[in-house]
């Protein structure tokens, strides 16, 4: 079938807009037709170049929500008409990875979705006889897509495709690390750097939990107020401080019991790191660094008790927690709405991604 869909053809260059063709699903895999994505910075972050694994020509996009429309053999857990969100972290729960419980990263297809394929190593998508690649299993930014049964969550149907969507990265990863990866309790002191589409879900699972003090740092002004809707208690503009890292301990009487680095900025990952508590204080890096970047920090930082750790997809298990994460919006526990600040159609998703260069937008949402 033909699809309509955005092509990033080379690094650094704007997205452009074709049809282009599209085989049906083979064994395991499933068509889906995509309502609505979201633009990542993680989008912005492959397409600009810095990440080791991008190749091109691709079709990005990993934020999005849709309906099946069809099914290969040997899929049994969905059907056509199931309202779904593509998983870039799939479950397959039967590797290595699933079974241990203790993490998130299935690894069932990991290898090949690394390098823009299908689990069997071909690509569903071409363009005049040529094959160009997936993107983190997902590929968003095409209209109807293919993907393993193991890579899509089925979410119930009231659920609105332009809001949810954003359920596929950003919501999921900031909430999650609050929830899953730190596991946040009442009263805990939580510093947030960076107010972007995952920095600001951080703070509202924060103030779910109840968290005491919630600190976000920022370079942009025209994120406080945004982040004082969804809890932030205190905003630190490092352009107005000496030291960021002094800045947070003296509002903490020592330190964050939790810090989040939602940026991807290797100097603001140690001043996340440095800026928790002294025996117990745990910093969550969430930001994607460029490629040959390196964190670095003294080791007595961790001898005396803090705690560096990551977290993809916010710790979640795609098919099991992204539909209770879809409930709780549904229920009104999460703020989705204002974070969408910006929609377009797909023949205009390059202003998606200027608005977010330009720090204007929170999360543009590209409607099918
Ligand atoms: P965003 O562009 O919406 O937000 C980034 C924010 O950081 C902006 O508000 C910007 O003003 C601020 N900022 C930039 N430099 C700063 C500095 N030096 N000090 C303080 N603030 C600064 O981006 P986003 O969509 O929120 O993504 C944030 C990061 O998280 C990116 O690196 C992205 O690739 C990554 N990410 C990781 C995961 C994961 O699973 N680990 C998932 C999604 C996104
Ligand atoms: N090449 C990577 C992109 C970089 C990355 O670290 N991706 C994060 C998710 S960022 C979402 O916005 C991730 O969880 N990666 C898990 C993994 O196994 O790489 C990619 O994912 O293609
Ligand atoms: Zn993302």
Not at 143 to 148: A, D, E, L, Q, S
Not at 199 to 210: C, E, K, S, W
Not at 238 to 244: C, I, L, S, T
Request: with cysteine; charged share 20%.
């Amino acid at each position: 079938m033909k699809t309509k869909a955005a092509i990033a053809w080379k690094a650094g260059e704007p997205l452009s807009v074709a049809e282009v063709d599209l085989e049906g699903p083979r064994a395991g895999e499933v068509l889906v037709e995509i309502k609505a994505t979201g633009i990542c910075h993680t989008d912005w972050y492959t397409l600009s170049g810095a990440d080791p694994e991008g190749i091109f020509p691709a079709i990005l996009g990993h934020e999005g929500a849709g309906v099946v429309v069809d099914v290969g053999p040997d899929v049994r857990s969905l059907k056509a008409g199931d309202h779904v969100i593509p998983l870039y972290t799939p479950e397959c729960r039967q590797c290595k990875f699933c079974l241990s419980q203790k993490t998130n990263l299935c690894q069932a297809i990991r290898s090949t979705q690394g390098r823009g394929l299908m689990p069997d190593g071909s690509s569903r998508f071409s363009l005049e006889g040529k094959p160009l690649f997936h993107y983190m299993g997902t590929s968003t930014f095409s209209n109807y897509i293919v993907v393993p049964e193991i890579a899509l969550a089925k979410i119930r149907s009231d659920a609105p495709f332009d809001k949810v969507c954003y359920i596929g990265c950003g919501v999921t990863t900031g909430v999650g690390a609050v929830l899953f990866t730190a596991k946040v309790e009442a009263g805990a002191n939580v510093a947030v750097f960076g107010l972007g589409g995952i920095g600001l879900n951080v703070i509202q699972a924060a103030r779910m939990v109840g968290a005491d003090k919630i600190i976000g740092i920022d370079i942009n002004p025209a994120r406080e107020e945004m982040a004082r809707k969804f809890g932030m208690t205190h905003f630190i503009n490092p352009k107005e401080v000496d030291n960021v890292v002094d800045a947070v301990i003296q509002l903490t009487d020592g330190g964050a019991d939790y810090s989040f680095e939602c940026i991807g900025n290797t100097t603001t990952m140690r001043q996340a790191l440095e800026c928790c508590h002294k025996g117990w204080g745990q910093s969550v890096i969430i930001g994607v660094a460029a490629a040959g970047q390196e964190i670095s920090t003294r080791p007595f930082q961790l001898v005396t008790g803090r705690v560096w750790k990551g977290s993809a997809f916010g710790g979640a298990r795609g098919r099991t927690d992204v539909p209770k994460i879809v409930d709780w919006y549904m229920e009104g526990k999460l703020n989705i709405d204002d974070l969408i600040t910006h929609t377009l159609p797909l023949d205009r998703i390059n202003e998606g991604f200027d608005l977010m260069k330009r720090g204007e937008s929170i999360r543009s949402v590209v409607l099918y």
